[in-house]
């Protein structure tokens, strides 16, 4: 069970990339409006082109 508390976290402070790139994704899939901030605020610091890029498509996901 993905904990959206922790997912949050997870976007935010992990140091791994491929975390932050999977969190985003489960997000995006899960459609976790409640995420749309957390994903927001990473997408302006993130400095990995495949976590934006993941990050982006979640959002996408979020607003469909």
Do not use: N, T, Y
Not at 40 to 64: C, G, N
């Amino acid at each position: 069970v993905l904990s959206l508390v922790g997912s949050e976290m997870c976007i935010r402070d992990s140091p791994e990339p491929l975390v932050r790139e999977h969190v985003a994704w489960a997000l995006g899939s899960l459609k976790a409006r409640q995420a749309r901030d957390a994903l927001s605020k990473r997408l302006f610091v993130e400095d990995v082109e495949e976590v934006r890029l993941e990050i982006q498509w979640a959002l996408e996901q979020i607003e469909e």
